[in-house]
């Protein structure tokens, strides 16, 4: 079993549409959660982190489930640009990272 | 402007011939690490550092080699490079959990 796994999709989804994905961790003892974005091949971006009472960033909202031992991110009102990899990274001393959920946004 | 710095973005080189990959953080943080990035298997661990002269092997070490003379400077060696180690290589210097990488390193070995 991955340490952190993720669907890899593609999530082929319309403009305007509200998204989410999971990724779900296996080290119970795991104290950093963080979503990162990646265009393309290019270099991965801090994208949020994310909080135990959940926590929001304009359109994006991430939570942590940690009995279920899950975190979630939503994207609402999806624009054009938001099309890229998101890769859920569990930490804290050696972050951990998923192979991402590729996000297509169609006009 | 904080940033991390890799050199060269492209290599094209043939097996065997050594090369290094060089990584430069300006953000005096203690942390740094490589990754290799291959399609489906997203970010792999290759070799990590927590201050300078202290290294250690993530998940996938075999073939590289890593040193960290000063706190900016983290340089991946490939002292005999491969076919299989074709891939997307990217340095990040890290602190509390947020990764700032490079650009990247696209290496092809034939």
């Known amino acids: 079993r991955k340490e952190v796994e993720q669907d890899p999709g593609p999530f082929n989804v319309p403009e305007g549409a509200t998204v989410a994905f999971n990724c779900t961790y296996s080290?119970?003892?795991?104290?950093?959660f963080f979503w990162y974005r990646q265009d393309c091949r290019k270099e991965p971006k801090l994208l949020m982190s994310?909080?135990?009472?959940?926590n929001e960033d304009g359109r994006f909202t991430a939570q942590l489930n940690r009995a279920s031992q899950y975190i979630s991110l939503l994207i609402r009102d999806s624009k054009l640009s938001d099309s890229a990899t998101y890769l859920c990274v569990v930490g804290p001393y050696q972050l951990i990272w998923g192979a991402g959920t590729k996000l297509i946004i169609k006009p | 402007e904080a940033q991390v710095t890799q050199n060269p973005r492209y290599l094209i080189t043939v097996t065997g011939k050594k090369l290094t990959v060089t990584c430069s953080q300006n953000m005096n943080h203690e942390y740094m690490s490589w990754y290799r990035q291959d399609p489906g298997l997203g970010l792999r661990q290759i070799y990590y550092?927590?201050?300078?002269?202290?290294?250690d092997k993530g998940d996938v070490p075999e073939g590289y080699k890593v040193s960290r003379k000063e706190k900016r400077n983290f340089p991946l060696i490939l002292e005999s490079p491969s076919p299989n180690q074709t891939s997307l290589y990217f340095c990040a210097s890290i602190q509390r959990g947020q990764a700032f990488f490079g650009q990247g390193t696209r290496l092809t070995v034939v």
């Open positions: 550092s927590m201050n300078v002269e202290v290294t």
């Open positions: 080290n119970s003892a795991s104290q950093s």
């Open positions: 994310v909080y135990s009472s959940g």
